[in-house]
């Protein structure tokens, strides 16, 4: 089966940029989802598609995917993004989820 | 807006018995795919199970294949799980999510989650 790793935590300085990775075998030629989970709440989708932002999240939330590594970039960090990131790809009839990374905004 | 609203948690002896519920409004319910995802207390997210629009085409986690029973009525605008033999390892909140629709593969609305507790 299909395995994302994710380092287990990430800090970042209030106002920098902090980077989230996820990596998988050639998971450049998968499409690679990122959801936002903070403390007690439910998940919320961030990326979708490697790269594309829904609606309502801020420009500050970006990704990209090349090779074996999917990078979420959160640009001017803020208090708010303290969270879980999780990636999501789709593998073979079903779903698989990387196993999350604590950013913690200093 | 989009809602989605899970209900049916509670505590369970093992190899019990619960059922599920989703119920989801503001969007067109039988034009998407469902899942239920679930969280283990301290633990990261698990895809349990999903369940295509029209329902004909379904897909299991392997740790709950033969055990749960996704459904859904398009009717109601409701999903269901149907979990039997429960273990204590099933312990989790369970989420329901939307599709992004359009083969998007992604989780594109969450409800708040519902929590199964399996304990003697």
């Known amino acids: 089966s299909y395995e994302l790793t994710q380092a287990p935590s990430v800090s970042v300085a209030l106002g920098q940029t902090a980077r989230v990775t996820c990596g998988g075998h050639?998971?450049?030629?998968?499409?690679v989802h990122w959801y936002q989970q903070r403390s007690g709440q439910a998940p919320v989708l961030v990326i979708y598609r490697d790269k594309n932002r829904p609606s309502g999240i801020p420009e500050r939330f970006s990704g990209s995917n090349s090779g074996n590594t999917a990078t979420l970039t959160i640009t001017r960090a803020q208090a708010g993004d303290e969270a879980d990131y999780y990636c999501?790809?789709?593998?073979?009839?079903?779903?698989?989820f990387g196993t999350g990374t604590k950013v913690t905004v200093l | 807006e989009v809602q989605l609203v899970e209900s049916g948690g509670g505590l369970v002896r093992p190899g019990g018995s619960l059922t599920l519920s989703c119920a989801a409004s503001?969007?067109?319910?039988?034009?998407?795919?469902m899942n239920w995802v679930r969280q283990a207390p301290g633990k990261g997210l698990e895809w349990v199970s999903s369940?295509?629009?029209?329902?004909?085409?379904?897909h299991y986690a392997g740790s709950v294949r033969g055990r749960f029973t996704i459904s859904r009525d398009n009717a109601k605008n409701s999903l269901y799980l149907q979990m039997s033999s429960l273990r204590a390892e099933d312990t989790a909140v369970y989420y329901c999510a939307r599709d992004a629709g359009s083969g998007g593969s992604c989780f594109y609305y969450w409800g708040q989650g519902t929590l199964v507790s399996v304990s003697s």
């Open positions: 999501q790809v789709w593998d073979t009839s079903s779903y698989v």
């Open positions: 503001g969007f067109t319910f039988s034009a998407y795919s």
């Open positions: 369940i295509s629009s029209g329902g004909r085409d379904i």
């Open positions: 050639n998971i450049g030629s998968r499409n």
